[in-house]
């Protein structure tokens, strides 16, 4: 994934990130990264619409 994208998404996830109280969490961009590369493995194990 290009590096643009990545850090547009991570900015979107850190602006997601708030605790149920609608505070920011306090979430790392290292933790933020592992979230958003599991998200792209789990985007590669089911594919693409149309790909089937």
């Given at each position: 994934m290009p590096d643009m994208l990545e850090d547009l998404?991570?900015?979107e996830l850190r602006r997601s990130v708030t605790t149920r109280e609608g505070v920011p969490a306090a979430e790392t961009t290292a933790d933020?990264?592992?979230r958003l590369r599991r998200l792209q493995?789990?985007?590669r194990?089911?594919?693409t619409p149309g790909s089937l």
């Open positions: 998404l991570l900015a933020l990264r592992r493995d789990d985007l194990r089911v594919g």
